[in-house]
């Protein structure tokens, strides 16, 4: 199974925002964590914010990943910022997952 992407238009097609997730086996980034999905990417226009489009695209993304172990993300601040995932994955437990490079991936595991 490869990657899935979503996207979110406002009326009239305009693009919004987008996440991308995939198995942690095809993610190009160098991660390792027996199966989890990997969220490579998510945005949201500054237009758009505050009517629900990162959600629902979590949501999304959440459902493509149904069966896996958990989700891992690299977190930035400013840019996917780990608060974002923290929030919208309460009740996950967080753990760590290794990576090559020196940002500390997060990875969220269904408890």
Not at 14 to 41: K, S
Not at 56 to 74: N, T, Y
Not at 82 to 105: K, V
Request: charge should be neutral; proline fraction near 7%; hydrophobic fraction near 45%.
């Amino acid at each position: 199974m490869g990657a899935r992407v979503f996207g979110a238009f406002l009326e009239g097609g305009e693009p919004v925002g987008r996440i991308e997730i995939m198995p942690i086996e095809a993610a190009p980034v160098p991660l390792e964590g027996d199966g989890l999905w990997v969220i490579r990417c998510i945005w949201v226009l500054d237009k758009a914010k505050g009517l629900g489009i990162a959600g629902s695209l979590m949501r999304l993304a959440l459902d493509a990943a149904e069966g896996s172990k958990g989700v891992a993300v690299l977190t930035y601040p400013g840019w996917m910022p780990p608060a974002f995932f923290e929030s919208t994955l309460s009740g996950w437990a967080r753990r760590t997952c290794t990576y090559a490079g020196s940002i500390s991936p997060s990875a969220f595991v269904r408890g």
